[in-house]
C-alpha cells in the first residue's frame, strides 16, 4: 500500500476513534498485551534477525543493546500497557462550561488530535509505547521506527494492529512506514496528518521542521544547566550536580553545563571537581574556573554543546541574572537547575529563565513523564505551543467547542434590541 | 532598525514579560486606552491620509470601510481595551500539582508563548486588539498590518508601545513591521520568533506555512455547513439557515453548505428558498434539489467553495452517516451545524463531526470569541493542536514544569533499593 492510502485510511480511522468508549480503548490495550506474549517467540525471534544483521553492519555495541527485544523487556512492556490501561481517559473530559444564554450552552470538550506520525529511534519497546499511547487518546498513528529494528517493527505492528481491530478499533488505525522515502512522502500529507512528532537527533528534527507544514513537537538539544547559587548548600549542590551530569549521560536530561556562583567558587569548585572526576567526568571550565580549579579550559562552543557523555563544561558567574543570562542565551530551552536555600531566589529563577522545565533544589533527571507521573511519555517538547517538557496522554489531545442551543440566532444579539449574553461559567459536564 | 533586531528586542522583552505582575499589565492597558483617547486627533489625521492615498488606489468601498479610524471606532476600542483590564491573568495559573515524593512538589504553571509575529488585514482596529492581547497575556509581539492602513498602524503602534513601556512594559515589546520583505524575513527567525498567526485569506495562511518552520496557528476556508436532520423542527431550521447564511455572509463563520435529509426535504427545500431567497441568496442545488426546487445546479466544485457572499450550495443527503461524511470530506474543520429535536442524535453529531466548533440547534455565526465569552479573539484556528476554533488569551499562553525539591537526586529512585514515587494529587497552587 501507498503512503497516500495508508495515510488516508488512518484519518478514516480517527474519525470513528474519536467516539470510541473508554471501556472498548482499555480491552484493546489489554488485548494487546495479552497478543504480544502469546507471540513472544515469534518477536524474539524478528529480534534476532535484526540483531544478527545489525551485527554484520558492525552496529555500535550500545546501539545493539538498544536493539535488543528480549522475553524481559516484552514483559516489562505488556505491565507498561497495563499500567496504561488504568490512566484516565483524556478524551472526552469537559475543560470549561459557559451559559451564553438561557438555553443555549457552549462546552469545551477534549478530544482526539487526529493522525500522528511518529518517527522514532531503533528500540522496538518505543514502537509499542507510542502505537498504545495514540489508541488510548483516540488517535490514528503512523509509525517509522529505525531501520535497524525493521523485522521487530514489522511484527510488533502486525501483532499491536490486529489485536487492536479484534477489539473494535477501526481497520487503518495503525499503520507502518519502512523508508526514508515514506517518511519524506508522509511530510507532504497535511491533509491527512495532523501532527509529526519526530524524536532523534537535533539535526534531525530540525530537517523535519524545515520540510513539512504539518505541525511538528519535537525536542531539539538538551542542553541543561544547574546553577550554583550563593547560599547553595553544598553537600546538596555537589550530589545534584553528580546525579544530573551522571546518572544516565545519554539522555537529553542530563546535564551539560554547570554554573558557579562566584562568591562560593573557590570553596564549591574543587569539591565538586573530586566527585565528579571520581565518576569519570572531564570538566571543561571557563578562565576564571581554571584560575582554581586543574581542569581543561572551555571554549565558546562548549557552551552550546550538547555531550552526552561523561563532559561538563562549567562557568563561574556574577551572580543571578549573569546565571540566568547565560542560561537563556545558551540553554535549549529543556531542562533548567537551581540550588540555592533561598527559596525567593529559586522562585524568580522559575519566572525568569524561559525552559520547559524548571527545577529547584532537586536533579535535572527527573525532567521525564514517568517520574513526573504522566504515565508513559512520547517525547519531551522544547515547542513552545501545544505542549511542553514531557508529553504523556494529555500532549496527545485538543479539544472541541460544543454549544447545544434552542433555535437561537445571532441576529437576535445584534442591533438596537440585543439581546446580552449571559457568559455564565457552568460546573457541569458536557452531557 | 533591522527585522533581526527587532526580533532579538521582542525575545528580550518577552523574557522579561513573564515575570510582570498582573497589575503592571493592567495598568499598561487602562494607559494605553488613555494615551489613545488622548492622541485621537492624530490617528484620524494619519487615516486620513491613508483613506485618501487609498482611495486614489481605487480600493474597493468595502475595504475603504473596514480601513477608516474615526473617533467613534477609536473609542470603541478604548473599550475593549478596558474590558479586556477585567479579564483574569492568562499567566501564572496552576494547571496542576503533583507530589512526586516528600519535599518534591512538581506544578504545571501556566506561562506566556514568547515572541508571537501576527500578520492581519487592513483593519486599524486589529492592531489595538491585538497588540493589547499579547500584552495581557505576557507576550511580545511583532505586528505587520495591511499595506493600506500604514500610516495608521505606525502612529498606533507608536502610542501603544510608548505608553505600555511608560507603564513598565519592557522596551522593544511591540516591533511593527511593513514590508512584505519584512514578512519573509519574520519567518525565517525560528530562533526568537515562537508564533507566526496569519489572519487573511487560506492562499495567504497556506503561503505562511509553507514558508516557515515556525509553529503557525492559522485558519484555512470557513467552509461552514448546517445539515437539517430528519427530525428537526421546520420552522428553527429555516431562522437557523438563514442566520447562518445570512447574518454577515463576508465573514468565516457564515455557512455555505446546507444539507437536508430526503425524509423531509419536499416539505422544507420550497420553504427554506422563500426565506433565503428574500434576502437574495442564490442557491445552487445538488440533483435531488433541483428535482424539487427551480435553482440553479451545483458543480462539485461547489461543496468546497466558501463563497463569502450571498451564495448558498444545498444538497439531499440519505441520512446522518452521509451528512458526517460530507462535512468531514468537503468541510474545512470551522463550524459545523446540526438541526434536530433528536438530542441523542445531535450529541452523535459531535462526536462523529471532526471540526473545531460542532453546535446542535443554534447558528453557525455564534463561532466567535466575544459570543464565547472569551473577551477578544485573536484569530479563529482551525489548527488541530494547541489552540482550537476562537482563540482569545488562554490561546496565548502555555506552562511550564516548576518543581521545588529538597535535594532529591535521580539515583535514589533506580536500583533494587529505589525509594518510590508517591505521585499524589496536590491541590495547592504554585507559591
Chains 1, 2 share one sequence.
Not at 509505547?129 to 505492528?157: F, H, P, W, Y
Not at 515547542?383 to 485538543?398: D, F, S, W, Y
Amino acid at each position: 500500500m501507498d503512503i497516500q492510502t495508508i495515510a488516508a485510511q488512518a484519518k478514516t480511522a480517527a474519525i470513528q476513534m474519536a467516539a470510541l468508549a473508554t471501556a472498548t480503548k482499555n480491552q484493546a490495550l489489554a488485548d494487546i498485551a495479552d497478543a504480544l506474549e502469546s507471540r513472544k517467540e515469534a518477536i524474539v525471534a524478528a529480534n534476532r534477525s535484526d540483531l544478527q544483521r545489525s551485527e554484520q553492519e558492525n552496529l555500535a555495541a550500545p546501539l545493539l543493546k538498544r536493539l535488543k527485544f528480549d522475553e524481559a523487556k516484552i514483559a516489562e512492556a505488556c505491565e507498561g500497557l497495563r499500567s496504561m490501561i488504568r490512566l484516565p481517559d483524556p478524551v472526552g473530559r469537559t475543560l470549561g462550561a459557559t451559559e451564553l444564554d438561557e438555553g443555549l450552552e457552549l462546552y469545551r470538550v477534549s478530544c482526539p488530535i487526529g493522525v500522528i506520525g511518529v518517527i522514532f529511534e531503533s528500540r522496538p519497546d518505543a514502537l509499542i509505547q507510542i502505537s498504545c499511547l495514540g489508541l488510548k487518546s483516540g488517535n490514528a498513528v503512523l509509525l517509522k521506527g529505525g531501520r535497524e529494528a525493521s523485522e521487530t517493527n514489522r511484527m510488533l505492528a502486525d501483532i499491536i494492529c490486529r489485536a487492536g481491530v479484534a477489539a473494535g478499533i477501526p481497520e487503518g488505525w495503525l499503520g507502518l512506514l519502512e523508508t526514508r522515502a515514506d517518511v519524506a512522502e508522509m511530510l507532504d500529507l497535511d491533509q491527512s496528518i495532523d501532527l509529526i512528532i519526530p524524536r532523534g537527533s537535533n539535526a534531525f528534527v530540525k530537517h523535519i521542521m524545515d520540510n513539512t507544514s504539518i505541525p511538528v513537537m519535537g525536542h531539539a538539544d538538551g542542553i541543561c544547566h544547574v546553577y550554583i547559587d550563593r547560599e547553595a548548600d553544598p553537600d546538596m549542590a555537589e550530589r545534584i550536580v553528580v546525579d544530573s551530569k551522571t546518572q544516565y549521560v545519554a539522555v537529553c536530561n542530563a546535564a551539560e553545563t554547570l554554573l558557579v556562583h562566584r562568591d562560593i567558587a573557590d570553596a564549591f569548585l574543587p569539591k565538586v571537581k573530586a566527585a565528579l572526576e571520581a565518576k569519570g567526568v572531564e570538566i571543561r571550565g571557563c578562565e576564571r574556573t581554571t584560575a582554581i580549579i586543574d581542569v581543561k579550559p572551555a571554549r565558546e562552543v562548549d557552551w552550546g554543546t550538547e555531550y552526552l557523555d561523561y563532559v561538563l563544561a562549567v562557568r563561574v558567574v556574577d551572580g543571578f541574572e549573569h546565571a540566568v543570562d547565560h542560561i537563556n542565551a545558551h540553554g535549549s530551552g529543556h531542562t533548567d537547575v537551581i540550588v540555592s536555600n533561598n527559596r525567593a531566589r529559586g522562585l524568580r529563577f522559575m519566572n525568569a529563565v524561559d525552559s520547559a522545565d524548571v527545577f529547584l533544589n532537586c536533579s535535572s533527571r527527573f525532567s521525564d513523564g514517568f517520574r513526573f507521573g504522566l504515565g508513559a511519555e512520547v517525547g519531551i517538547s522544547t515547542n513552545k505551543t501545544h505542549a511542553r517538557g514531557p508529553v504523556g496522554l494529555e500532549g496527545l489531545v485538543i479539544y472541541q467547542w460544543r454549544m447545544i442551543g434552542t433555535g437561537q440566532i445571532v441576529a437576535d444579539y445584534a442591533g438596537p434590541t440585543a439581546r446580552r449574553f449571559t457568559h455564565r461559567q457552568l460546573d457541569k459536564s458536557f452531557p
